[in-house]
């Protein structure tokens, strides 16, 4: 078969499959009810917009990944795509795998509450509101054509999700971050390797709605907005984008030089998933390849069972967060002087 008819394959079982989600997706909204009602102990708890949760969910699961896959393996290949290298089952993409198992299934959820000592469950509607209680200043963007506040939202994301990434970069919160980078080998799935314990997170997750005041809806788009960018940049897709990935949304082949090993030749640049914040402040690299070595100079166990290496990682952060505020750590003591010959 030749590589045409492998990609117009391809294309062929994406489009039935489509057609299958789409056929599930009426029936769903035909069938299953908008709310429900169950006691639990003796207290009922009720359950609305079911479809709207369903649909949010099942959007990312069902349409984007498997899209993301599609489009990458028409695009690279089978011996090139993430599809691949998750049969194959390959240590760093298990590990990826792993991840989507354990957000998906909210486990992760639970330790972001414990691990963040509950700062994780701020929303941003409820500050903005404590915000114009206090203030009385209020900007709502609720009014505005959902595009609008959705392309808005965007943008203020991005510049949040910039600062929180370098962040992410520096000493003490690096540890934590670290196990994103630790993939030695990018799978679309390494969007979702990420340590329950990012505290900066929580900054980009409700400053958007704090400062626009936008409608749930707009905020959902967002998030699949944003997740649809993070498993595209990924990818093993070879482009850059052009233009585009040069100003509007990071590339893969951008991307992939941010996670690149050996930062001595490169440092660190491309944190956001627009670029323009990278020119602003001085973080763009220029272009990159997917030959590059990517992954850190940490060993990692890589493989489905994650938890040792989660585990290592918060307390090594706790370590050098103790170390960086102890008062009573003694300075560094300054080079001794060379005897000139």
Known sequence: ?????????????FAAYLALL?????????WAPDQMACTVL????????????????????????????????????????SLHRLLARTPSSLSDAASVLLWQTRIMSGLIVLTTFGAALLSGVWLHDRIVAMTGLSLSAASWPLIVQVAVLFLVFTFFDYWN???????????????HHSADDFCVLTAVRTHPAMFTGVITAVMPAVVL??????????????????????????????????????????HRLHHILDISQSPVGHFSLAPIWDHLFGTWRGPADQSLVIGVDTPYRHGAWIGPDLWRDYAEFWRELARGLNPFKAAPRPAPASTPS
């Open 22 to 30: 789409g056929l599930g997706w009426q029936a769903l909204m035909h």
């Open 213 to 254: 005041g936008a409608s749930p809806e707009a905020i959902v788009d967002l998030g699949l907005l944003t997740a649809l960018v993070r498993y595209v940049i990924h990818s093993r897709i070879e482009s850059d984008f052009g233009w585009i990935g040069r100003y509007v949304v990071q590339s893969p082949t951008h």
């Open 165 to 179: 990434h370098r962040i992410d970069h520096s000493h003490y919160f690096w540890p934590l971050h670290r196990f």
């Open 42 to 81: 003796g207290h009922t708890v009720k359950i609305a917009n079911l479809h709207h949760k369903v649909l949010s969910r099942g959007l990312e699961l069902g349409l984007l990944i498997p899209s993301v896959l599609a489009v990458e393996l028409a695009l690279t290949g089978w011996a090139d795509s």
């Open 1 to 13: 078969m030749s590589s045409i008819q492998k990609r117009v394959a391809v294309i062929s079982a």
